[in-house]
């Protein structure tokens, strides 16, 4: 079956270090994968977009690689900041589904100062 | 101009009742969509429009849900004789094209709870 496995455990970082968020996913052939942040209440707001043929993209102090032959994607937040704190969700945009976003579960980041 | 709104933000309903969930999308935005978020989980896809058209509904839980854009601008989710497992909060996202390359702009959702 289909999967998107994020982990569902907190992670609790140092401010000022790298945190590392993952995304693998099982039996998806996707073409594009996204990362979302969402905040308590709110609804998610995109961060990043990155295509099966690309291996790494970066913004500010932000950072993704998608592997495909992992079939994995690996979130970077560098210099952590106590606002960076929020549930990061990873999302796929299959080769043959239109425009459906299937999420992962989030990981919930807390950055402490 | 101002982002997606989603009304009302807060819904308690008693089981049986039906419920008409709102969404505002971003003006000029062609694709809208529809996801149920249940508590510590990531949204999952309910339904899609582009414009007016309903492209995919292969999310909707029931023939209970029930969803809208008649004039390509403003959509309504319909949830009839709700169940206890229809508690969860339901987001409206919409996006300026019709690619998936486009971002999802996502509006603050309505909490559902049903008694």
């Known amino acids: 079956s289909q999967k998107i496995e994020q982990n569902s455990e907190a992670l609790n970082i140092q401010e000022g270090k790298t945190a590392t968020l993952t995304c693998n996913y099982t039996?998806?052939?996707?073409?594009?994968l996204q990362w979302y942040r969402q905040d308590p209440g709110r609804g998610p707001v995109f961060l990043l977009l990155?295509?099966?043929?690309?291996k790494e993209k970066r913004k500010e102090r932000l950072k993704v690689t998608f592997d495909t032959t992992l079939k994995q994607s690996l979130f970077h937040i560098t210099a952590s900041q106590p606002a960076d704190s929020a549930t990061y969700l990873c999302?796929?945009?299959?080769?043959?589904?239109?425009?459906?976003?299937?999420f992962g579960g989030g990981t919930r980041l807390m950055v402490k100062p | 101009g101002a982002g997606v709104s989603q009304s009302p933000r807060y819904k308690v309903a008693k089981r049986g009742q039906d419920v008409a969930l709102r969404c505002d999308p971003i003006?000029?935005?062609?694709?809208l969509f529809w996801y149920q978020q249940a508590l510590g989980q990531g949204p999952e896809f309910l339904t899609y429009?582009?414009?007016?058209?309903?492209?995919?509904k292969s999310g909707l839980p029931s023939d209970r849900f029930f969803a809208e854009r008649p004039e390509g601008s403003v959509s309504t989710l319909k949830i009839q004789r709700t169940q206890q497992e229809d508690s969860a909060v339901y987001l409206c996202?919409?996006?300026?094209?019709?690619?998936?390359?486009?971002?999802?702009?996502f509006g603050p959702g309505t909490r559902l709870t049903v008694l």
């Open positions: 039996n998806y052939s996707p073409a594009y």
């Open positions: 429009f582009q414009n007016e058209a309903q492209l995919d």
């Open positions: 999302a796929l945009l299959h080769n043959n589904a239109g425009n459906m976003l299937t």
């Open positions: 003006s000029g935005h062609v694709s």
């Open positions: 990155i295509r099966e043929n690309e």
């Open positions: 996202a919409s996006s300026l094209g019709t690619s998936g390359l486009n971002e999802q702009f």
